[in-house]
Nanobody, 118 residues
Framework: QVQLAESGGGLVQPGGSLRLSCAAS????????MGWYRQAPGKQRELVAA???????TYADSVKGRFTISRDNAKQTVYLQMNSLKPEDTAVYYC????????????WGQGIQVTVSS
């Protein structure tokens, strides 16, 4: 049974930083692309960043230069380092696993809240 468990969310002031983690189990982690999506109230879920099994990365334009996705295959964990956070980054962030960067996600985490507010 595949499980993706997010951690590291919370409340941060504008301009601050957070690092999200997603620990995977029940899957051969290094054979999957991993990604982060987010969903703000009243909006559709959107891709934030993704990383292939070969560590090729892709980012939404809105987070380029501020967010960094990385993976540690030994720990079966994917990270999202978020710097220079803005109120518009407030959302529930979801970890996911997919066969490749261009494939639809197969597995999802439960989601974790990130709130950027003063």
């Amino acid at each position: 049974q595949v499980q993706l468990a997010e951690s590291g969310g919370g409340l941060v002031q504008p301009g601050g930083s957070l690092r999200l983690s997603c620990a995977a189990s029940g899957m051969i982690f290094n054979t999957y692309a991993m990604g982060w999506y987010r969903q703000a109230p009243g909006k559709q879920r959107e891709l934030v960043a993704a990383i292939s099994r070969y560590s090729t990365t892709t980012y939404a334009d809105s987070v380029k230069g501020r967010f960094t996705i990385s993976r540690d295959n030994a720990k079966q964990t994917v990270y999202l380092q978020m710097n220079s956070l803005k109120p518009e980054d407030t959302a529930v962030y979801y970890c996911n696993a997919s066969p490749s960067l261009v494939s639809a996600p197969l597995f999802w985490g439960q989601g974790i809240q990130v709130t950027v507010s003063s």
